[in-house]
C-alpha cells in the first residue's frame, strides 16, 4: 500500500493535532470553549432565520397573491417577515409559558423530597451495618436545603439566560 504526498500530510497534521491536544489540553479545550462562544451565537442566527424563513414563505403565498399593483407586490415580503416574527415569538412564548412553570414545580418538588429521601438513605444505612461510617458522614453533614434550592435555581435561570444572550468577550488583551 502507497501513500501519497496528500495522505501522508494529511496523517502528519492529525498527528500532530493529537500531540498539541496530549500535551496542551488546558489550552484545547480553552480554545474549544472560546470557539463555541463565538459559533454559539451564529448557529442560533442561522436557525432562527431557517424558522423564520419557513413561516414567511407561507405567509407570502397568502399574503395578496393576485396582486399587480407594485405597492402590494413591494410590501408583500416586509408584512409577511413581521407576521413571521410575532407568530414565532408567540409560539416561543407560548412553550415557554407551558414549559417553564412545570419545569419549576419539578424541581421544586425534588428539592423538597430530597430531605425525606436523605433521611430514607440515612435510615437504610444505619440498619446496614456494612455503611458505618458513611452514615456518620451523612448525619454530620448540615446541608441548608432552601439556600440549596435558590442556587440551583439561580444556575438554571442564568442559564437560560445565556442561551437568549450568548455574546460574551472571552479574550482579555492580557
Sequence with gaps: MSINRK????IAVIGALFLIGLIY??????ALTDLLAIAKPLILGAAFAYV??????RIEKRLWPRATTRLAVGFRRPLALLSSVI????LIGFVMWLVIPQFITALTNFFTSLPHTINLINE???KSQQANALTKQLAAAKIDWSDLQQKA????TSGITGIFFPVQYRFSPT
Design 25 to 30: 489540553p488546558a489550552q484545547l479545550f480553552g
Design 124 to 126: 437504610w444505612l444505619a
Design 52 to 57: 423564520l424563513n419557513l413561516v414567511c414563505v
Design 87 to 90: 407568530v414565532v415569538a408567540v
Design 7 to 10: 495522505q501522508a500530510i494529511r
Design 153 to 156: 435555581l439561580k444556575f438554571l
